[in-house]
């Protein structure tokens, strides 16, 4: 075959799929709710590692993804009605910072994913069953779990074997006394 020929071939084999443009990436959409004001340094951090998190996964504001911030500012009412706004909206998932965005998210929805972070002892405040397997429709990470406190205790006493505790209050130096390390 001929160079010109095989071009045309060529050619014909694919012009079907040259006048397809690719169709347009679906637009996500994720609901956070914070339990800080927005206007606290925290929150704004939050924000900002949030976003650019989500963007080293490809994900970007405006391009694929919309994403809808409740910020309740500890008002245990603005959790209510935020959660309920966000659940409204029908993101594809909800972020729950704290206990009390957790729990207020668990009354508005079974079906839409909830990731919690920011959370201690999931279990213990009845959120989640277990955290291996929190189990329905909420995963996250607690910041602690209670059963690890007697451990933190442990870990404090390894350094010094032969303490019993904090030194009493008679061998402590008093803060006024101390120096401080320039």
Request: overall charge positive.
């Amino acid at each position: 075959m001929r160079r010109r020929g095989f071009i045309a071939v060529l050619g014909g084999a694919l012009w079907p799929f040259a006048g397809r443009a690719q169709e347009p990436e679906r637009m996500r959409r994720v609901g956070v709710l914070m339990a800080f004001p927005e206007s606290q340094p925290f929150a704004q951090a939050f924000v900002a590692a949030f976003t650019q998190a989500l963007g080293h996964l490809g994900w970007a504001e405006g391009r694929n993804l919309r994403i809808d911030y409740r910020f309740a500012a500890g008002t245990p009412t603005l959790f209510k009605v935020y959660a309920a706004e966000l659940v409204d909206l029908a993101p594809d998932a909800i972020l729950a910072s704290t206990a009390p965005a957790l729990a207020a998210l668990q009354q508005h929805t079974r079906a839409i994913p909830i990731v919690f972070v920011v959370v201690p002892d999931p279990v213990g405040r009845g959120l989640v069953t277990n955290l291996a397997r929190p189990g329905g429709n909420i995963t996250g990470f607690a910041s602690y779990d209670a059963s690890i406190i007697g451990k933190w205790a442990q870990l404090l006493k390894e350094p010094c074997p032969g303490s019993h505790g904090l030194p009493s209050s008679s061998t402590r130096t008093p803060l006024s006394r101390r120096r401080s390390i320039p």
